[in-house]
């Protein structure tokens, strides 16, 4: 019979509430979920009535005996909590994005090797069907040698509503928490573009903008070009003042274009031929292959799926774009 692991969570917000409990509701024969600390009494009440145990005090929690902590507080607290994981040799699931910074992220890395610890990182996008989709029709060839890949997100709300309302319901619209969103989608696209393989990057345009009415302080528009070695040209765009989206998709390759448009794919050659495909909505349950990953990486010492290395090469690729953000614009 295989060992049950003891979990502790780390932030009882909405994202574990709606997206982790029902993964690991899914794992409670392999994992138990022996804590949960957070700062927000009414989170922790919740938290309580479900029959965990709750902590309010971090040095508290920690001395509980667990394998592993899930950290799904705000991005600026991320590197810090994650550092007292590690020094104390516990596995380690963060939220997306991992930290703030790229130096945080390298840290960590170093950090966690040192000890011996095992860190993942929750790109659930990873497994939304349009991605998937992507991938096995590049990997198909059907595209033929690709010459250009955008990935749009757009959309009319930068996401503060989901915010717990008894901790602070706009923390994603404050620079001090991490938010904006280049940390909070961007993290997502350059994530997936990594993950295609595309090829060896050359160099990197990119922005992030508060545009006008912005809500915050932070930025609601990102557009960032990858320019790779191979003269494809991969870019990404974050929207959150559109009423009017673009298609999530458009590649395009030596033998035909694909676009990705709500839950239809369609495929035009250079033939003329056009097919187009249904593609199923994304689900809650999506990312248990991740926790299933962290699991064996604990019990049998396999490859994590989403590993702490992937989430630093992508805060390296985020801070050439917070670089070329501080820089000043040349007026013409």
Known sequence: MEKTLKLGIIGFGRIVELIHIPILQKLKSQMEIVGVYDVTESRLKLAEKRGYAIFSDLHAFFQLEMDAVVIATPPNSHFDIAMQAIE??????????????????FTLQTVADKHGVGVTVFHNHRFDPDFLFVQETIAKGTLGSLTFLQRNHHSNQTGSNFGVKSFDPSWRVQKAYGGGALLDWGVHLVDQLLHLQLGEIAYIDGKAISLPLAEGEVDDFVYVYLHMKNHMMASLNINFRTQLPQPAWMVGGTEGTMQIDGQTATIKTIDGEIETFSIAK?????????????LNFMIKGTPLHVPLSDAVEGMRILEHIQIQNEQANVSI
């Open 282 to 294: 994304p689900s809650r349950l999506s990312a248990k292959h991740i926790y299933e990953s962290f």
């Open 88 to 105: 104390r040799k516990k596995h380690v699931l963060i939220e997306k994005p991992v930290t703030c910074t790229y130096q945080e992220a």
